[in-house]
T-cell receptor
Framework: NAGVMQNPRHLVRRRGQEARLRCSPMKGHSHVYWYRQLPEEGLKFMVYLQKENIIDESGMPKERFSAEFPKEGPSILRIQQVVRGDSAAYFC????????????FGNGTRLTVT | AQTVTQSQPEMSVQEAETVTLSCTYDTSESDYYLFWYKQPPSRQMILVIRQEAYKQQNATENRFSVNFQKAAKSFSLKISDSQLGDAAMYFCAYRSQTRSGGGADGLTFGKGTHLIIQP
């Protein structure tokens, strides 16, 4: 039973380029969460999605960031026109139902903007 | 909004000894969940233990146990018989039981405690 799969593991982008981070939830999980971890910090909530729906995007910057979880395929976190401050580890987590199930995390994608 | 505070940036313990990591949180809710996650250098987030706020009994998982003090809003993690493999960052996290937006559907994390195990 594969866990939450994130790819790529490491991503290097130059300023102004686009970054696409992918997350495949655990089998049977329909809830996906994205978190960002800055150096020496805990994880900060960004967005919560179900299939084809964004439920809560209150933690995601209004500009340049977007997320989707299509009916088929992985969830995508997209960062347009990346800046140095976007450099961080981005984690995806999934759960089968909301609230009373623990979140299972992927290994994260380390984004470095040069 | 809920906040989670871990006041110990770093803790060190001798192998086989016991160590306690502290965590306090602020909330106006009565029903919620609390978690401890471990993050080794591999960066993977591993669930260590969880506690439902309505349960008075402290959760225990093998060498890991918690001291949950609801009135004091305190949720400390005790690691007994520390092993070298316990070395990691430990994050305390809060999750609301009721949907209220503002990130309440996800977890609110503390800044973490770096645990060092000395052989």
């Amino acid at each position: 039973n594969a866990g939450v799969m994130q790819n790529p593991r490491h991503l290097v982008r130059r300023r102004g380029q686009e970054a696409r981070l992918r997350c495949s939830p655990m089998k049977g999980h329909s809830h996906v969460y994205w978190y960002r971890q800055l150096p020496e910090e805990g994880l900060k909530f960004m967005v919560y999605l179900q299939k084809e729906n964004i439920i809560d995007e209150s933690g995601m910057p209004k500009e340049r960031f977007s997320a989707e979880f299509p009916k088929e395929g992985p969830s995508i976190l997209r960062i347009q026109q990346v800046v140095r401050g976007d450099s961080a580890a981005y984690f995806c987590a999934s759960s089968p139902v909301r609230v009373n199930s623990p979140l299972h995390f992927g290994n994260g994608t380390r984004l470095t903007v040069t | 909004a809920q906040t989670v505070t871990q006041s110990q940036p770093e803790m060190s313990v001798q192998e086989a000894e016991t160590v306690t990591l502290s965590c306090t949180y602020d909330t106006s809710e009565s029903d919620y969940y609390l978690f401890w996650y471990k993050q080794p250098p591999s960066r993977q987030m591993i669930l260590v233990i969880r506690q439902e706020a309505y349960k008075q009994q402290n959760a225990t998982e093998n060498r890991f146990s918690v001291n949950f003090q609801k009135a004091a809003k305190s949720f400390s993690l005790k690691i007994s018989d520390s092993q070298l493999g316990d070395a990691a960052m430990y994050f305390c996290a809060y999750r609301s039981q009721t949907r209220s937006g503002g990130g309440a559907d996800g977890l609110t994390f503390g800044k973490g405690t770096h645990l060092i195990i000395q052989p």
